[in-house]
Protein backbone atom coordinates (compact mmCIF):
# COMPACT_ATOMS: atom_id res chain seq x y z
CA UNK A 1 0.00 0.00 0.00
CA UNK A 2 1.28 3.36 -0.75
CA UNK A 3 1.50 5.96 2.41
CA UNK A 4 1.55 9.51 2.23
CA UNK A 5 2.88 11.42 4.83
CA UNK A 6 1.76 15.55 5.55
CA UNK A 7 4.03 17.84 7.35
CA UNK A 8 2.91 19.28 9.50
CA UNK A 9 0.08 17.79 10.85
CA UNK A 10 -0.62 20.99 13.25
CA UNK A 11 0.20 24.73 11.81
CA UNK A 12 -0.29 28.05 13.68
CA UNK A 13 -0.58 31.03 11.07
CA UNK A 14 -1.61 34.43 10.89
CA UNK A 15 -4.25 36.29 8.43
CA UNK A 16 -1.93 37.20 5.83
CA UNK A 17 0.73 34.19 6.38
CA UNK A 18 2.02 32.39 3.37
CA UNK A 19 1.00 28.68 4.48
CA UNK A 20 3.21 25.34 3.15
CA UNK A 21 2.13 22.06 3.64
CA UNK A 22 3.55 19.06 2.19
CA UNK A 23 2.79 15.41 1.44
CA UNK A 24 5.35 12.74 0.57
CA UNK A 25 4.20 9.33 -0.97
CA UNK A 26 6.08 6.00 0.12
CA UNK A 27 6.44 5.17 -3.86
CA UNK A 28 6.12 7.04 -7.20
CA UNK A 29 2.45 8.35 -7.75
CA UNK A 30 3.22 10.37 -10.60
CA UNK A 31 0.49 13.39 -10.53
CA UNK A 32 -2.04 11.23 -8.96
CA UNK A 33 -2.56 13.60 -5.94
CA UNK A 34 -5.83 15.19 -4.79
CA UNK A 35 -6.09 18.16 -1.81
CA UNK A 36 -8.74 17.95 0.27
CA UNK A 37 -9.94 20.90 2.93
CA UNK A 38 -11.95 19.46 5.51
CA UNK A 39 -13.83 22.22 8.50
CA UNK A 40 -15.17 20.71 11.32
CA UNK A 41 -18.65 18.76 11.35
CA UNK A 42 -18.63 18.81 7.23
CA UNK A 43 -17.70 16.81 4.53
CA UNK A 44 -14.17 17.44 2.93
CA UNK A 45 -13.97 19.64 -0.32
CA UNK A 46 -11.94 18.98 -3.06
CA UNK A 47 -9.76 22.17 -3.72
CA UNK A 48 -6.82 20.00 -5.94
CA UNK A 49 -6.40 17.11 -8.53
CA UNK A 50 -3.31 16.45 -10.10
CA UNK A 51 -1.23 17.92 -7.56
CA UNK A 52 -1.99 21.44 -9.42
CA UNK A 53 -5.62 21.51 -11.17
CA UNK A 54 -7.45 23.87 -8.80
CA UNK A 55 -11.05 22.86 -8.77
CA UNK A 56 -13.67 25.18 -10.01
CA UNK A 57 -14.63 27.72 -7.75
CA UNK A 58 -11.73 27.57 -5.02
CA UNK A 59 -9.60 30.50 -4.62
CA UNK A 60 -6.56 31.25 -6.50
CA UNK A 61 -4.52 32.18 -3.79
CA UNK A 62 -4.42 28.03 -3.47
CA UNK A 63 -1.83 26.33 -5.11
CA UNK A 64 -0.51 23.19 -5.69
CA UNK A 65 2.85 21.07 -7.09
CA UNK A 66 4.99 18.30 -7.15
CA UNK A 67 4.91 14.78 -8.85
CA UNK A 68 6.05 11.62 -8.06
CA UNK A 69 6.72 11.63 -4.18
CA UNK A 70 6.80 14.96 -3.18
CA UNK A 71 3.77 17.66 -3.21
CA UNK A 72 3.06 20.72 -1.62
CA UNK A 73 -0.33 22.54 -1.24
CA UNK A 74 0.41 26.58 -0.73
CA UNK A 75 -2.03 28.92 0.21
CA UNK A 76 -0.11 32.12 -0.90
CA UNK A 77 -2.25 34.79 2.18
CA UNK A 78 -4.05 32.98 4.77
CA UNK A 79 -7.65 34.19 4.68
CA UNK A 80 -9.52 33.97 7.84
CA UNK A 81 -12.12 31.27 6.15
CA UNK A 82 -8.81 28.95 5.40
CA UNK A 83 -8.23 27.76 8.92
CA UNK A 84 -9.23 24.07 8.69
CA UNK A 85 -7.98 20.45 8.18
CA UNK A 86 -6.65 19.64 4.87
CA UNK A 87 -5.39 16.20 3.71
CA UNK A 88 -3.68 15.17 0.61
CA UNK A 89 -5.16 11.79 -1.09
CA UNK A 90 -3.60 9.16 -3.95
CA UNK A 91 -5.10 7.53 -6.85
CA UNK A 92 -2.38 6.22 -8.48
CA UNK A 93 -3.30 2.71 -7.36
CA UNK A 94 -5.93 0.56 -4.59
CA UNK A 95 -6.51 0.94 -1.59
CA UNK A 96 -6.48 4.80 -2.43
CA UNK A 97 -5.22 6.69 0.94
CA UNK A 98 -5.38 9.72 2.65
CA UNK A 99 -2.76 11.80 4.35
CA UNK A 100 -2.46 12.05 8.11
CA UNK A 101 -3.73 15.40 7.89
CA UNK A 102 -2.72 19.13 8.53
CA UNK A 103 -4.59 21.34 10.52
CA UNK A 104 -4.28 24.79 10.85
CA UNK A 105 -5.23 26.94 13.09
CA UNK A 106 -5.63 30.99 14.25
CA UNK A 107 -2.06 32.17 15.56
CA UNK B 1 -26.74 21.16 -8.21
CA UNK B 2 -24.54 17.84 -7.66
CA UNK B 3 -26.04 16.49 -4.10
CA UNK B 4 -25.22 12.83 -2.64
CA UNK B 5 -27.21 12.17 0.52
CA UNK B 6 -26.25 9.20 2.91
CA UNK B 7 -28.60 7.65 5.03
CA UNK B 8 -28.86 4.38 7.39
CA UNK B 9 -26.67 5.09 10.15
CA UNK B 10 -27.28 4.48 13.71
CA UNK B 11 -26.40 2.20 16.90
CA UNK B 12 -25.39 -1.05 16.03
CA UNK B 13 -24.21 -4.07 18.33
CA UNK B 14 -20.47 -5.51 17.88
CA UNK B 15 -20.79 -8.23 15.49
CA UNK B 16 -23.94 -6.46 13.91
CA UNK B 17 -24.88 -5.53 10.50
CA UNK B 18 -26.25 -2.31 8.55
CA UNK B 19 -26.64 -1.01 5.53
CA UNK B 20 -26.36 2.36 4.05
CA UNK B 21 -27.48 3.93 1.36
CA UNK B 22 -26.67 6.85 -0.55
CA UNK B 23 -28.72 8.78 -2.86
CA UNK B 24 -27.30 10.84 -5.94
CA UNK B 25 -29.01 13.61 -7.31
CA UNK B 26 -27.92 16.33 -9.99
CA UNK B 27 -25.98 13.95 -12.51
CA UNK B 28 -26.43 11.17 -14.19
CA UNK B 29 -25.40 8.12 -11.33
CA UNK B 30 -24.85 5.51 -14.16
CA UNK B 31 -22.08 7.06 -15.69
CA UNK B 32 -20.22 7.75 -12.26
CA UNK B 33 -18.00 5.59 -10.22
CA UNK B 34 -18.18 6.21 -6.53
CA UNK B 35 -16.76 5.54 -3.47
CA UNK B 36 -17.30 5.17 0.50
CA UNK B 37 -14.98 7.34 2.83
CA UNK B 38 -14.94 6.83 6.87
CA UNK B 39 -13.73 9.12 9.01
CA UNK B 40 -13.55 7.73 13.14
CA UNK B 41 -14.30 10.55 15.65
CA UNK B 42 -11.52 12.73 15.83
CA UNK B 43 -9.33 11.02 13.23
CA UNK B 44 -8.72 11.14 9.27
CA UNK B 45 -9.98 9.96 6.37
CA UNK B 46 -10.14 6.36 5.80
CA UNK B 47 -11.09 4.89 2.05
CA UNK B 48 -13.51 2.31 1.97
CA UNK B 49 -14.75 0.97 -1.00
CA UNK B 50 -14.94 1.70 -4.88
CA UNK B 51 -17.43 0.62 -7.40
CA UNK B 52 -17.20 1.12 -10.97
CA UNK B 53 -19.85 2.90 -13.44
CA UNK B 54 -21.58 -0.18 -14.28
CA UNK B 55 -21.09 -2.04 -10.38
CA UNK B 56 -18.56 -4.61 -12.61
CA UNK B 57 -15.32 -3.51 -10.70
CA UNK B 58 -15.30 -2.96 -6.90
CA UNK B 59 -12.45 -2.65 -4.36
CA UNK B 60 -11.89 -2.42 -1.03
CA UNK B 61 -9.51 -1.69 2.16
CA UNK B 62 -8.09 -4.52 3.77
CA UNK B 63 -10.01 -3.46 7.01
CA UNK B 64 -13.12 -4.44 5.54
CA UNK B 65 -12.57 -6.59 3.19
CA UNK B 66 -14.64 -9.85 3.75
CA UNK B 67 -17.08 -7.70 5.91
CA UNK B 68 -18.39 -5.27 3.84
CA UNK B 69 -19.78 -4.94 0.60
CA UNK B 70 -20.60 -2.00 -1.92
CA UNK B 71 -22.92 -2.27 -4.35
CA UNK B 72 -25.38 -0.21 -6.55
CA UNK B 73 -28.57 0.14 -8.35
CA UNK B 74 -28.30 1.62 -11.09
CA UNK B 75 -32.28 1.83 -12.04
CA UNK B 76 -32.99 2.83 -8.54
CA UNK B 77 -30.02 5.70 -8.53
CA UNK B 78 -28.90 4.41 -5.46
CA UNK B 79 -25.40 3.29 -3.71
CA UNK B 80 -25.18 0.75 -1.15
CA UNK B 81 -22.62 -0.36 1.55
CA UNK B 82 -23.92 -3.93 3.46
CA UNK B 83 -21.35 -4.08 6.67
CA UNK B 84 -21.30 -6.98 8.46
CA UNK B 85 -19.43 -8.30 11.90
CA UNK B 86 -19.10 -5.00 12.98
CA UNK B 87 -16.27 -4.05 15.27
CA UNK B 88 -16.20 -1.03 17.22
CA UNK B 89 -13.20 0.08 15.13
CA UNK B 90 -16.02 0.56 12.59
CA UNK B 91 -17.11 3.40 14.57
CA UNK B 92 -17.23 6.64 11.90
CA UNK B 93 -18.78 8.84 10.09
CA UNK B 94 -19.57 7.21 6.09
CA UNK B 95 -19.24 9.12 3.69
CA UNK B 96 -20.23 8.38 0.03
CA UNK B 97 -18.08 10.52 -2.90
CA UNK B 98 -18.52 10.89 -6.68
CA UNK B 99 -15.05 10.05 -8.96
CA UNK B 100 -14.07 12.82 -10.95
CA UNK B 101 -12.17 10.78 -14.05
CA UNK B 102 -10.35 13.84 -15.91
CA UNK B 103 -8.42 14.60 -12.90
CA UNK B 104 -8.85 11.53 -10.87
CA UNK B 105 -9.86 12.64 -7.56
CA UNK B 106 -13.31 12.70 -5.38
CA UNK B 107 -15.33 16.12 -6.63
CA UNK B 108 -18.73 15.84 -4.67
CA UNK B 109 -18.99 14.25 -0.99
CA UNK B 110 -22.24 13.54 0.79
CA UNK B 111 -23.29 14.57 4.36
CA UNK B 112 -21.88 11.60 5.92
CA UNK B 113 -23.72 9.02 8.25
CA UNK B 114 -22.58 8.16 11.42
CA UNK B 115 -22.25 4.70 12.39
CA UNK B 116 -21.54 3.90 16.43
CA UNK B 117 -20.74 0.00 16.68
CA UNK B 118 -21.05 -0.27 20.69
CA UNK B 119 -22.87 -2.66 23.30
Known amino acids: DIQLTQSPSFLSASVGDRVTITCRAS??????LAWYQQKPGKAPKLLMS???TLQSGVPSRFSGSGSGTEFTLTISSLQPEDFATYYC?????????FGGGTKVEIK | QVQLVESGGGVVQPGGSLRLSCAPS????????IHWVRQAPGKGLEWVAFIQYDGRDKYYADSVKGRFTISRDNSKNTLYLQMNSLRAEDTAVYYC????????????WGQGTLVTVSS
Open chain 1, 50 to 52: AAS
Open chain 2, 26 to 33: GFTFSNYD
Open chain 1, 89 to 97: QQLNSYPLT
Open chain 1, 27 to 32: QDISSY
Open chain 2, 97 to 108: AKHQEAHPSFDY
